[in-house]
């Protein structure tokens, strides 16, 4: 089979499999979100070190509040540590961090943090990180919608993608979950429409940049038709 060498644009990680990470080493579900949080890191670094234009990482759902009350304050507990002072280190890479999701439920301390590394970071200009957070597809959608009526625009693929949280970011190119679960759970609905999805066995804890490049490589042997026929002339 052939492959190219192109780098995709927009790589999207559904990162699961913490909870059962922790549990296989007898450890309590929370560490396994901690070592979720360091590997967020490695892979982050890792993807801006190769130069990718679009990472979206889904962090926590609009549905992950079902949660025991415990697991959900110890989640944004970390989000929250983790966004503290971070604004020169993703100066140092160009990174551009945008928080995607509702706001709705999250604390007045995060939601203040999150505008500031917002703000702090807008103007850099290498990778854009999204991070997903109390994300649901849904939700955007309803949203983009909401706006286009409001603003009297015209219902169009293009005016409603405007609206998007992912506005900026092309289309996802390569969607990846991990920890071996076959389902989209409300990620990316409307952006992943002629993606390439590549699933994991790997616990998230667990995936290196080794096994994102194994992705990578993987997505190059793939042959986009977008309901075309093929150009690879096989
Ligand atoms: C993904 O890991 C992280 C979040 C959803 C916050 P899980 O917590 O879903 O881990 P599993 O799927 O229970 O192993
Ligand atoms: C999806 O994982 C959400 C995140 C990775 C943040 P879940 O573990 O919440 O998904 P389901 O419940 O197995 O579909
Ligand atoms: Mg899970």
Same mark, same amino acid.
């Given at each position: 089979?052939?492959?190219?060498?192109?780098?995709?644009?927009?790589?999207? %990680?559904? /990162?699961?499999?913490?909870?059962?990470? #922790?549990?296989?080493?007898?450890?309590?579900?929370?560490?396994?979100?901690?070592?979720?949080?360091?590997?967020? %890191?490695?892979?982050?670094?890792?993807? $801006?070190?190769?130069?990718?234009?679009?990472?979206?990482?889904?962090?926590?759902?609009?549905?992950?509040?079902?949660?025991?009350?415990?697991?959900?304050? @110890?989640? /944004?507990?970390?989000?929250?540590?983790?966004?503290?002072? %971070?604004?020169?280190?993703?100066?140092?890479?160009?990174?551009?961090?945008?928080?995607?999701?509702?706001?709705?439920?999250?604390?007045?301390?995060?939601?203040?943090?999150?505008?500031?590394?917002?703000?702090?970071?807008?103007?850099?200009?290498?990778?854009?990180?999204?991070? #997903?957070?109390? @994300?649901?597809?849904?939700?955007?959608?309803?949203?983009?919608?909401?706006? /286009?009526?409001?603003?009297?625009?015209?219902?169009?693929?293009?005016?409603?993608?405007? @609206?998007?949280?992912?506005?900026?970011?092309?289309?996802?190119?390569?969607?990846?979950?991990?920890?071996?679960?076959?389902?989209?759970?409300?990620?990316?609905?409307?952006?992943?429409?002629?993606?390439?999805?590549?699933?994991?066995?790997? @616990?998230?804890? $667990?995936?290196?940049?080794?096994?994102?490049?194994?992705?990578?490589?993987?997505?190059?042997?793939?042959?986009?038709?977008?309901?075309?026929?093929?150009?690879?002339?096989?």
């Amino acid at each position: 089979m052939k492959s190219n060498n192109e780098l995709p644009s927009h790589i999207a %990680i559904i /990162m699961d499999g913490n909870g059962r990470w #922790a549990k296989k080493r007898g450890l309590p579900r929370s560490f396994g979100h901690k070592k979720g949080v360091d590997n967020l %890191i490695k892979i982050v670094r890792y993807s $801006s070190d190769i130069k990718l234009k679009c990472l979206t990482l889904f962090a926590f759902s609009t549905e992950n509040w079902k949660r025991p009350k415990e697991e959900v304050d @110890y989640l /944004m507990q970390l989000i929250n540590d983790n966004l503290t002072d %971070i604004d020169s280190k993703l100066k140092e890479r160009d990174i551009r961090l945008r928080v995607i999701g509702e706001e709705t439920n999250l604390s007045q301390e995060l939601l203040s943090k999150i505008k500031y590394i917002e703000e702090k970071t807008k103007d850099n200009q290498g990778m854009i990180l999204n991070i #997903a957070f109390n @994300y649901g597809s849904r939700d955007e959608i309803i949203h983009a919608v909401k706006e /286009m009526v409001n603003n009297n625009e015209q219902i169009t693929k293009d005016n409603l993608e405007k @609206y998007l949280y992912t506005k900026g970011c092309p289309p996802v190119d390569l969607l990846i979950r991990t920890s071996k679960e076959y389902r989209i759970s409300n990620f990316l609905l409307w952006q992943i429409a002629y993606s390439e999805f590549y699933f994991t066995n790997v @616990y998230w804890p $667990s995936f290196s940049p080794k096994q994102l490049d194994k992705a990578i490589k993987e997505y190059q042997k793939r042959d986009r038709r977008y309901g075309g026929l093929s150009k690879k002339g096989k």
